[in-house]
């Protein structure tokens, strides 16, 4: 994994990106709600479900536009701290959010308790220019959080596929 995520481009990891939201766009369309998203079953969540939520597709968006974007400019440091700050929230927020398993954690709640830890790893790494090191951890990061995390909200079941695709059943 170490020299899978040491050789990705970044504007591949963009493209990743922009491919699963198509991907999600696509199935929508499929499905044939797209048009009617069910936003009512956002009504009553609590506050957490919120705040991770907004900031999870906050940090998603500007991660892609990192991803796409030069390196090392005053934009992408701005920018990147912005994006630290929400993923940071988007981490710290999921551990007050339970119930795919009742009212304990689920193994997904050990990514968050990673990026809590070693964001601030490749927030260092960044200060002290160590560009390879800060590259990784935030492709990691992201490729985690973003990708593979996010995904698996769409499963069946789970609150943005009812959102989006399946409305009140399950």
């Known amino acids: 994994m170490k020299s899978f995520v040491r050789n990705i481009h970044p504007q591949i990891i963009a493209l990743i990106g922009a491919a699963a939201f198509f991907l999600l766009l696509i199935l929508a369309l499929v499905k044939g709600n797209l048009s009617s998203p069910h936003f009512q079953n956002l009504i009553g969540q609590p506050i957490q479900v919120y705040v991770h939520l907004v900031a999870a597709l906050l940090t998603f968006g500007l991660g892609l536009v990192l991803f796409?974007?030069?390196k090392g400019n005053f934009p992408h440091r701005a920018l990147g701290w912005v994006w630290s700050g929400l993923m940071?929230?988007?981490?710290?927020?999921?551990?007050w959010i339970t119930g795919l398993n009742g009212k304990t954690y689920s193994p997904i709640h050990l990514l968050s308790a990673w990026v809590l830890v070693i964001l601030p790893v490749a927030?260092?790494?960044a200060r002290?220019?160590?560009?390879?090191i800060h590259?990784?951890?935030m492709t990691g990061v992201f490729l985690g959080a973003m990708i593979l995390a996010g995904g698996f909200t769409?499963?069946?079941g789970r609150l943005l596929w009812r959102?989006?695709?399946a409305g009140s059943e399950g």
């Open 163 to 165: 959102v989006l695709f």
């Open 135 to 137: 590259s990784r951890i």
């Open 128 to 132: 002290r220019h160590r560009v390879d």
């Open 88 to 95: 940071l929230t988007v981490a710290a927020s999921s551990l």
């Open 68 to 70: 796409a974007a030069p």
């Open 123 to 125: 927030l260092v790494a």
């Open 154 to 156: 769409f499963f069946p």
